[in-house]
């Protein structure tokens, strides 16, 4: 039950696009095509963003999507803006458990 | 309104005990699995337990096994964790989660912060 990788930080002036990678291994990520992605900002609970690698819940901007090659999953984040600054989580299912990433903060310069 | 409201944090002593509640609405409760998720402040999400949507099927992370135990109370619509024999490193704000669809954390609870400490 190790964490998934994600980088601690991750930054993009508005407008730019940045992508936030989330490695896990074969018995995590790459077993299984349930890696979601959460947004969390300052004092609040976690937001879903992406859930099945690549589906976004309605009312989530399709400015943000979801990948994954292999062991690594990817957030990707297109025009970005201020709002978007934010903590980000990945997660995933591993078998009988649930591992999450560190989380990356991310930096609208 | 869809929501998950915990209860039941404090502060307690290292070996103490605790049950958090989470009281949900406003969704058909016994239909989804349910999950605690815990988050040290500053520290990122760490998945706790989770239990299936009929109680049958419970799961704990190896930091929490033999301590911990999920439940829940269908009738009542309520998620349960009993806390048993708890650690400095048990202090974090638990929240409780639904799995929506496909593994992915739809609702959230507020969360309710447990402190460990002499």
């Known amino acids: 039950q190790s964490a998934l990788t994600q980088p601690p930080s991750a930054s993009g002036s508005p407008g730019q696009s940045v992508t936030i990678s989330c490695t896990g291994t074969s018995s995590d990520v790459g077993a299984y095509n349930y890696v979601s992605w959460y947004q969390q900002n300052p004092g609040e609970a976690p937001k879903l963003m992406i859930y099945e690698v690549t589906k976004r819940p309605s009312g989530v901007p399709d400015r943000f999507s979801g990948s994954k090659s292999g062991n690594t999953a990817s957030l990707t984040v297109s025009g970005l803006q201020a709002e978007d600054e934010a903590d980000y989580y990945c997660s995933s299912y591993a078998g009988a458990s649930v591992v999450f990433g560190g989380g990356t903060k991310l930096t609208v310069l | 309104e869809v929501q998950l409201v915990e209860s039941g944090g404090g502060l307690v002593q290292p070996g103490g005990s605790l049950r958090l509640s989470c009281a949900a609405s406003?969704?058909?409760?016994?239909?989804?699995?349910m999950y605690w998720v815990r988050q040290t402040p500053g520290k990122g999400l760490v998945w706790v337990s989770r239990?299936?949507?009929?109680?049958?099927?419970?799961h704990y992370a190896d930091s929490v096994k033999g301590r911990f135990t999920i439940s829940r109370d269908n009738a009542e619509n309520t998620l349960y964790l009993q806390m048993n024999s708890l650690r400095d490193e048990d202090t974090a704000v638990y929240f409780c989660t639904r799995d929506g669809r496909g593994l992915g954390f739809d609702i959230w609870g507020q969360g309710t912060m447990v402190t460990v400490s002499s």
């Open positions: 239990i299936k949507y009929d109680g049958t099927i419970t």
């Open positions: 406003g969704f058909t409760f016994s239909s989804y699995w």
